[in-house]
């Protein structure tokens, strides 16, 4: 048996309610549609639980289940706490195959009683659209008792899960009696790594390598870290050390971004970079070193300037052009990170502004205007053609006539991804100039400290 912990409803209380007592999966296949009328029949008269029908498995404690919403809203009104988390979802899944669903139904039944029925109102259902039978649980948030919230005893998984233990015990069910606690993970940052693609945690991982790299003290990690725009917190008498990425409000815990992050890995790191044998010259070099700067192609880009050469330039600090230049994340300046994650679509507006020689932003509102202009006409057209297939016309000018609406709908679908890209590019250009302004001008305050130390050295 495994009982998930419940996570929170704070907007459609009506929507998950009804997603808990969906007939299709809480339907006997046993009864044909004569008693599935019937049976809707009845739910939709019914007075009190104890009427509802057991062939759809769907139960409730101190609550009406086809009323359940109602009920849920009106303890809320009456203790006059309407805002915040609506309700609690979670389910009970069973690990046994041969348990019947009326048997499944008693003990979600049972375990909602032990756990939430002296205070709350619950909505127990159990669905058999899956290989495993799972029982989901609908908690009102607010007590119909005292008009008090869920305290952290009947919320929290790991607190109460002994009750689910316990009723699995009594019915000769299996459970896990020493479950192992596992934080869930981000689906949407495990999705970006699967597929190389950076995310917050790469992100930080390079950000914190980079730092440690040629580091010997805990002092000098924070200053590149510093550099980088990264907050952090590395307290000695703090359990967990955190870092804070730039752009983000909350601090992350570094055992949470790998084992080779955490606090006790970091500290043997820069232990083996003090361990480290150094070499040193033992004569002073007398050969007098000049800087030179070549152009690169950087500043060849910087030269084209407009709308096309922003964008242009704003790829190659991504490291998107040329090609062949690939740059490690660490490398990247932290304005242009988050920007990672959008390269399709700045390539495909960079080409755009190409293509069209678009340099201005009065440019860019012409063209957009031309293509909205072309996109009224074709869809005029497009009409007029499907009005032409209704009538009375031979195969030949039928075939003639959706080919041409084929051809219409096609050239509708890229005008519309251009009007689309147009937008973005009004957005997003104020704020590609204002992120490489800054940049250029923390450079060049580095270039002139640079300068002013080899001038020393000299």
Not at 44 to 67: L, M, R, W
Not at 165 to 181: Q, T
Not at 259 to 273: G, H, S
Request: glycine share 6%; net charge positive.
């Amino acid at each position: 048996m495994a009982v998930t912990k419940l996570w929170a409803v704070k907007t459609n209380l009506g929507k998950v309610i009804d997603y808990a007592n969906n007939p299709n999966k809480t339907r006997n296949p046993k009864y044909t549609e004569e008693h599935y009328q019937a049976l809707a029949d009845v739910l939709t008269y019914a007075k009190d639980e104890e009427k509802t029908e057991k062939q759809f498995f769907v139960d409730g404690i101190n609550c009406n289940p086809s009323t359940a919403r109602d009920q849920f809203i009106t303890t809320k009104e009456y203790f006059g706490k309407t805002d915040g988390i609506q309700a609690y979802h979670g389910y009970m899944s069973f690990k046994e195959q041969d348990i019947t669903p009326e048997k499944a139904q008693e003990v979600g039944m049972e375990f909602a009683r032990r756990a939430w029925g002296k205070r709350f109102q619950v909505v127990v259902t159990c669905h058999l659209n899956t290989q495993h039978l799972h029982c989901h649980f609908v908690i009102n948030s607010i007590s119909f008792v005292d008009g008090k919230r869920m305290v952290d005893n009947e919320k929290n998984w790991f607190k109460f899960r002994h009750i689910a233990d316990a009723v699995c015990k009594e019915y000769g069910l299996h459970f896990n009696p020493n479950p192992k606690f596992e934080r869930p993970t981000n689906y949407y940052f495990d999705k970006l790594e699967k597929a190389g693609m950076p995310n917050r945690y790469q992100l930080i991982r390079d950000a914190i390598n980079h730092a440690l790299e040629h580091s010997k003290s805990i002092a000098e990690v924070g200053y590149a870290l510093r550099d980088m725009g990264y907050g952090y917190d590395f307290n000695p008498r703090r359990k967990y050390w955190t870092v804070k990425p730039p752009g983000y409000t909350k601090s992350i815990r570094l055992n949470r971004v790998g084992d080779d992050y955490t606090r006790e890995a970091i500290l043997r790191r820069l232990q083996e970079n003090r361990s480290r044998v150094g070499m040193h010259r033992y004569t002073q070099l007398t050969v007098v070193s000049r800087q030179y700067r070549l152009p690169t192609r950087g500043d060849k880009i910087r030269k084209i300037g407009g709308l096309y050469g922003l964008y242009l330039y704003y790829c190659y600090r991504l490291g998107k052009l040329p090609s062949y230049r690939k740059l490690n994340s660490a490398q990247i300046h932290y304005y242009f990170k988050e920007e990672l994650l959008k390269l399709d679509e700045l390539s495909e507006q960079t080409r755009l502004l190409g293509k069209h020689g678009i340099q201005t932003a009065e440019q860019l509102l012409q063209y957009k205007s031309s293509v909205e202009g072309e996109i009224k006409s074709l869809t005029a057209d497009r009409t007029d053609l499907r009005k032409m297939t209704r009538r009375k016309i031979d195969d030949v000018e039928l075939s003639q006539a959706k080919e041409k609406i084929s051809q219409i709908t096609e050239k509708l679908r890229t005008l519309r991804k251009e009007v689309k890209l147009c937008n973005g590019i009004a957005e997003r250009s104020g704020l590609m100039k204002e992120h490489l302004e800054q940049l250029l001008a923390e450079e060049e305050k580095s270039k002139g400290k640079e300068s002013r130390e080899y001038d020393q050295r000299r």
